[in-house]
């Protein structure tokens, strides 16, 4: 069955950096898109970025545009996300999810999500 | 951007009850709409895609329906297991955006 597991979540300070993991089971995971999606506490789904089946191709929304990186290596089934200059209001859970179809951005399966604290 | 308002925010029911949860979208997105359920602590699980076909395994008491700018997911009769947190969320344009989310909570 598919399964997509998150690591990397942590207390940070603010300014600082973090890179999140997600690895993938149970799928041909070079077959597919995957996004990277938050929940800051108590609130609700913010997309944050997306990356080709290849890795050819990114997109991110406006509030993590050059502070944060998507990157996946199909050889280990891996999705990650870099993420630098760190703010507060990135204190959230992070979920990896997979595109349900390519240049289709719904999401037919997601991770457990990491909790990032961004404080100092 | 495209926004997405979802309403009502909280919605009280009882179980057996019909429910009606709503999305409306800035400008036209055709059928381009998911549904997503939440419960506290887990990831969301997809529901609905296209408007109004059910994921696999989701059962025949949720429905969807709509198109363009008005979006409808109905539960025909509640069960305990669907008291949870409801979003939609399009997919016409990039960046795919959320509803702000609906509580189905126990009357």
């Known amino acids: 069955q598919v399964q997509l597991v998150e690591s990397g979540g942590d207390l940070v300070k603010p300014g600082g950096s973090l890179r999140l993991s997600c690895e993938a089971a149970?799928?041909?995971?070079?077959?597919?898109?995957m996004s990277w999606i938050r929940q800051a506490p108590g609130k609700g789904l913010e997309w944050l970025s997306y990356?080709?089946?290849?890795?050819?191709?990114?997109y991110y929304a406006d509030s993590v545009k050059g502070r944060f990186t998507i990157s996946r290596d199909n050889a280990k089934n891996s999705l990650y996300l870099q993420m630098n200059s760190l703010r507060a209001e990135d204190t959230a859970v992070y979920y990896c999810?997979?595109?349900?179809?390519?240049?289709?951005?719904?999401?037919?399966?997601w991770g457990q999500g990491t909790l990032v604290t961004v404080s100092s | 951007a495209i926004w997405v308002t979802q309403s009502p925010p909280l919605l009280s029911a009882s179980p057996g009850d019909r429910v009606t949860i709503s999305c409306r979208m800035s400008?036209?997105?055709?059928?381009?709409l998911a549904w997503y359920q939440q419960k506290p602590g887990k990831a969301p699980e997809l529901l609905i895609y296209?408007?109004?076909t059910l994921q696999g395994g989701v059962p025949s008491r949720f429905s969807g329906s709509g198109s363009g700018t008005d979006f409808t997911l109905t539960i025909s009769r509640l069960q305990s297991e669907d008291f949870a947190t409801y979003y939609c969320?399009?997919?016409?344009?990039?960046?795919?955006?959320f509803g702000q989310g609906t509580q189905v909570e126990i009357k």
């Open positions: 400008q036209g997105i055709s059928s381009y």
């Open positions: 990356i080709s089946s290849a890795g050819s191709i990114m």
């Open positions: 149970g799928f041909t995971f070079s077959d597919y898109y």
């Open positions: 296209a408007a109004s």
């Open positions: 969320q399009q997919y016409y344009s990039l960046p795919p955006t």
């Open positions: 999810a997979r595109d349900a179809m390519a240049t289709k951005e719904f999401f037919d399966y």
